[in-house]
Antibody, heavy 118, light 108 residues
Framework: EVQLVESGGGLVQPGGSLRLSCAAS????????MSWVRQAPGKGLEWVANIQQDGSGKYYVDSVKGRFTTSRDNAKNSMYLQMNSLRAEDTALYYC???????????WGQGTLVTVSS | EIVLTQSPATLSLSPGERATLSCRASQSVSNYLAWYQQKPGQAPRLLIYDASNRATGIPARFSGSGSGTDFTLTISSLEPEDFAVYYC??????????FGQGTKLEIK
């Protein structure tokens, strides 16, 4: 069974940092692009970043460029999102999602909540 | 960036009725469009990919159509579990991948 489990969310002050993790199991993690997608409270879905199978390619939405960095460790079947200089508008539930070639986001975790507030 | 506009924002129907949800793209996405369902407190679930292909395990009452800029998700006969929020998403022109703002399908 495919599982994606996010962790690392919490309450942080504006300007602070957090590192999110996504632990994958039940599939060949190293064969897939992986993405972070967030959802602000009561709002829609926003793609944040993704990372290529070997970690060589990384892409970001403009609003997080220069502040967020995604990485992965295929030996640990894990993906990470380092979030720096956090702003109130980064408050959201952060999902990790598996990209399936030719399809879209076919597997999702349950999300981890990030709250940026003083 | 490709903008996806979904309509209506809210759709109120009764079980057994047919639901038609629309997604319009600001420029052509060919058929590289997916639909997701999200229920309260749950992660999104992939329903349809490449405009008209059902994902694994998705019931046949869900169907997708369209190409270019105009797309439709149809639920032929609503079941109680179908009341949720539905999002479209394009994957032809990224980064960024973009989603529509969602259509809430509620019980009338």
């Amino acid at each position: 069974e495919v599982q994606l489990v996010e962790s690392g969310g919490g309450l942080v002050q504006p300007g602070g940092s957090l590192r999110l993790s996504c632990a994958a199991s039940g599939f060949t993690f190293s064969s897939h692009w992986m993405s972070w997608v967030r959802q602000a409270p009561g709002k829609g879905l926003e793609w944040v970043a993704n990372i290529q199978q070997d970690g060589s390619g990384k892409y970001y939405v403009d609003s997080v460029k220069g502040r967020f960095t995604t990485s992965r460790d295929n030996a640990k079947n894990s993906m990470y999102l380092q979030m720096n200089s956090l702003r109130a508008e980064d408050t959201a539930l952060y999902y990790c999602a598996r990209e399936q070639t030719g399809m879209g986001f076919d597997q999702w975790g349950q999300g981890t909540l990030v709250t940026v507030s003083s | 960036e490709i903008v996806l506009t979904q309509s209506p924002a809210t759709l109120s129907l009764s079980p057994g009725e047919r639901a038609t949800l629309s997604c319009r793209a600001s420029q052509s996405v060919s058929n590289y469009l997916a639909w997701y369902q999200q229920k309260p407190g749950q992660a999104p679930r992939l329903l349809i990919y490449d405009a008209s292909n059902r994902a694994t395990g998705i019931p046949a009452r869900f169907s997708g159509s369209g190409s270019g800029t105009d797309f439709t998700l149809t639920i032929s006969s609503l079941e109680p579990e179908d009341f949720a929020v539905y999002y479209c998403q394009q994957r032809i022109n990224w980064p960024p991948y973009t989603f529509g703002q969602g259509t809430k399908l509620e019980i009338k």
